[in-house]
């Protein structure tokens, strides 16, 4: 469904006359609905669950994004938004379910470059570093009625971004925008019960594609 809408939108904006032209100086915020679907690749519980490992959910929320032109052409945006993800158990641990859950705030700053920025549809590349932060992490109810009670950590973590997108005219400040991006996001869970300690590195690498609106000023 957001992806029919997402298409009428485009059409609409296409058959629009309006244009806005895009130029040095300029600032562009853009709210938007994202998808953080992580493509996750977990290691061993260790020491105590060498056979089970984890995964993690997928998450919708919103977002928003500023983005300065320092020329027609080269502009950068900083990503800003927060989603809560659970924490699934495998192998050994998939009987449990859910293991915990935790909130993760992602913030992003791209170098974006803006290949037609007087045109109608403007499509844009762009690369940057992402600084990944996990806070309020929880044991679920069935992970601690297992081993006991569990104190949840996971770190922090410094990877790069890569996006795609197109800003796509409705008006001439306001704009429907498509963008999807790759962030590299690397993690190490400890789980502590009691004098007992198990970790868990996840690579987590999430795909976000997104739809959203936009205004120029």
Same mark, same amino acid.
């Given at each position: 469904?957001?992806?029919?809408?997402?298409?009428?939108?485009?059409? #609409? @904006?296409?058959?629009?006359?309006?244009?806005?032209?895009?130029?040095?100086?300029?600032? *562009?915020?853009?709210?938007?609905?994202?998808?953080?679907?992580?493509?996750?690749?977990?290691?061993?519980?260790?020491?105590?669950?060498?056979?089970?490992?984890?995964?993690?959910?997928?998450?919708?929320?919103?977002?928003?994004?500023?983005?300065?032109?320092?020329?027609?052409?080269?502009?950068?945006? *900083?990503?800003?938004?927060?989603?809560?993800?659970?924490?699934?158990?495998?192998?050994? #641990?998939?009987?449990? !379910?859910? *293991? @915990?859950?935790?909130?993760?705030?992602?913030?992003?700053?791209?170098?974006?470059?803006?290949?037609?920025?007087?045109?109608?549809?403007?499509?844009?590349?762009?690369?940057?570093?992402?600084?990944?932060?996990?806070?309020?992490? /929880?044991?679920?109810?069935?992970?601690?009625?297992?081993?006991?009670?569990?104190?949840?950590? *996971? =770190? /922090?973590?410094? !990877?790069?971004?890569?996006?795609? !997108?197109?800003?796509?005219? #409705?008006?001439?400040?306001?704009?429907?925008?498509? /963008?999807? =991006?790759?962030? /590299?996001?690397?993690?190490?869970?400890?789980?502590?019960?009691?004098?007992?300690?198990?970790?868990?590195?996840?690579?987590?690498?999430?795909?976000?594609?997104?739809?959203?609106?936009?205004?120029?000023?």
């Amino acid at each position: 469904m957001k992806f029919v809408i997402g298409a009428s939108l485009l059409a #609409l @904006a296409i058959a629009s006359p309006a244009q806005a032209q895009v130029e040095a100086g300029d600032v *562009l915020v853009r709210a938007r609905a994202i998808v953080v679907s992580p493509t996750e690749k977990a290691g061993p519980v260790k020491p105590g669950f060498p056979t089970g490992s984890v995964s993690v959910s997928d998450s919708v929320a919103p977002e928003i994004d500023f983005t300065y032109m320092w020329t027609d052409h080269i502009g950068t945006e *900083l990503i800003l938004g927060t989603t809560k993800h659970d924490i699934g158990g495998r192998g050994a #641990l998939s009987p449990l !379910g859910n *293991l @915990a859950s935790t909130w993760v705030l992602p913030p992003t700053l791209t170098l974006q470059y803006h290949f037609a920025p007087k045109a109608k549809v403007r499509p844009y590349v762009g690369a940057g570093v992402n600084y990944t932060i996990f806070y309020s992490a /929880d044991a679920s109810r069935s992970l601690e009625s297992a081993i006991g009670k569990t104190n949840v950590k *996971l =770190k /922090d973590s410094f !990877g790069y971004a890569l996006q795609a !997108g197109v800003d796509v005219d #409705l008006t001439k400040r306001v704009f429907l925008n498509l /963008d999807v =991006k790759y962030i /590299d996001i690397d993690t190490a869970a400890r789980l502590t019960t009691g004098g007992a300690v198990n970790r868990v590195s996840v690579s987590v690498d999430p795909i976000v594609p997104s739809i959203g609106l936009g205004m120029r000023f």
